[in-house]
């Protein structure tokens, strides 16, 4: 008899039995999941405005569109020129919006009448020194503004507030993350994620006359208070929970 295929059906056999083992070896088993913290917080600093955005315009109207535009540049160039005599430099001045519009009168029972044109050309402009923008108002409305379209406060630069509110927001999310895991029977373990959200200034909190009641050469300045910011930032984060 032939060896040979016994031989070959004895190394297919061997080969049958120890497939299972090798398909064994070849398994990896997972490691069981980490229990994991995720929460948010937030951290708050309050500063001090340092600069004003105020929108000012000139509303004028005419028989005709060509009169009114004339108008209201004459009126804007005066009211740029107060601008400039008050030391706001070119670049803290920009122009929002020119527009120009027929106007109607509408009478029951009768069609629309033109009844001519009306011209506004309003600008953006950024006072970086807040003892001036009541002066800077007052010049403006003495020169022919017809339109203060409200005055917003800012930062300059918002770097150092933003920074400070990025501390508070680390240390209320650890106070966080430690009472946590003291209530649930952990510790916590490595900081597996941590992701900012963005910075905001709320609206002023508490109000600080500025210039109310200054006067220049016995004229009143009209008052602004530019209050406070609160410059807040928004965080998430993920801590591992060991026993």
Do not use: C, W
Not at 59 to 72: F, H, Y
Not at 125 to 139: C, E, F, K, S, Y
């Amino acid at each position: 008899m032939n060896p040979l295929p016994r031989a070959a059906g004895l190394a297919a056999a061997l080969m049958l039995a120890a497939s299972p083992l090798a398909a064994a070896a070849q398994t990896v088993i997972a490691p069981e999941a980490q229990s994991a913290l995720s929460l948010s917080a937030h951290g708050e600093t309050k500063v001090q405005p340092d600069e004003a955005t105020i929108s000012i315009g000139v509303q004028t109207k005419a028989a005709t569109a060509a009169e009114a535009m004339s108008l209201n540049a004459r009126a804007m160039s005066d009211v740029m020129a107060a601008l400039r005599q008050k030391g706001l430099p070119d670049r803290a001045i920009q122009t929002a919006g020119v527009n120009l519009s027929p106007q109607y009168d509408y009478q029951q029972n009768q069609p629309p009448r033109l009844d001519g044109y009306q011209a506004s050309n309003v600008v953006t402009v950024t006072v970086d020194d807040l003892a001036r923008l009541g002066p800077v108002i007052d010049a403006v409305t003495a020169a022919g503004a017809t339109q203060i379209n409200g005055v917003s406060f800012g930062l300059k630069d918002r770097r150092a507030a933003e920074d400070a509110a990025r501390l508070a927001a680390v240390k209320d999310l650890r106070a966080k993350a430690d009472l946590y895991a003291e209530a649930t029977g952990y510790h916590l373990g490595r900081l597996i994620r941590l992701s900012e959200g963005g910075a905001n200034e709320l609206v002023p909190v508490r109000v600080t006359a500025m210039t109310a009641g200054m006067r220049v050469q016995g004229v009143p300045v009209t008052p602004t208070a530019p209050g406070e910011l609160t410059v807040r930032i928004d965080i998430t984060a993920a801590y591992e929970l060991v026993k």
